[in-house]
Structure formats: C-alpha cells, structure tokens
C-alpha cells in the first residue's frame, strides 16, 4: 500500500523558516501530483501547494513568493520550504498524492505552530 510519511513540523516564530519533507512509497512522489495542505482547528483544509501530474505548480494566493515546494529526483523526497511564516500558516501540514482523477493518498500530518 503506498503511505505518505511528513516530517520537518514544529514551533517556529513569526518571520522565521521551516522545512517539511515527505517520504513516500511506490514511486507516487514521481508519477503522480503532489502537494502540501493545511488544516486550522475549525478551518478547511486548504491546498498550499502542488507540483507534477499535467498540471503546473500551484501556490495558494497567501503563501505565494514565500513557500517553495520542490522534489527531490535523487531522493525521492517532496518539500514545503516555508519563509516568513506568518502566524496564520499555522496548523497541520498534510503530505498529498492524486495519481489519476480519483486515486489519493495522504499522510498523518504534521503540525506547525507559529509564536508572535
């Protein structure tokens, strides 16, 4: 069964960096399209930012000019590199997958907090 595992979340203050990673299984990071979402306690969870497939890398307005993702063909390794993160990126990051229209995978999640 292909499985999404993320890591790199933690506590990072406002105008600081972080770097999440995301390991996956059977090749998915590289065949399929991929991306980060985010999760708000009482929010919905919103796309921040996906690559590869048919479609062209997408930034969710907000984090535009401040998050990069990338894919790492040596390693097999998705990252969200987030800049001058603002206290309203905050919440849990989930690793995502979509191989064809209907097929998905996600991860467990990591959180990011953020202190003013």
């Known amino acids: 069964q292909v499985r999404l595992v993320e890591s790199g979340g933690g506590s990072v203050q406002a105008g600081g960096s972080l770097k999440l990673s995301c390991v996956g299984s059977?090749?998915?990071?590289?065949?399929?399209?991929a991306g980060w979402y985010r999760q708000a306690p009482g929010q919905e969870r919103v796309l921040v930012s996906s690559?590869?497939?048919?479609?062209?890398?997408f930034y969710e307005e907000s984090v535009k000019g401040r998050f990069i993702i990338s894919h790492d063909d040596a390693t097999d390794i998705l990252y969200l590199e987030m800049n001058s993160v603002k206290t309203e990126d905050a919440g849990v990051y989930y690793c995502?997958?979509?191989?064809?229209?209907?097929?998905?995978?996600w991860g467990q999640g990591t959180r990011v907090s953020v202190s003013a």
């Open positions: 059977e090749n998915v990071l590289r065949e399929c399209r």
């Open positions: 995502w997958v979509q191989c064809g229209r209907t097929i998905e995978y």
């Open positions: 690559m590869g497939g048919r479609d062209s890398t």
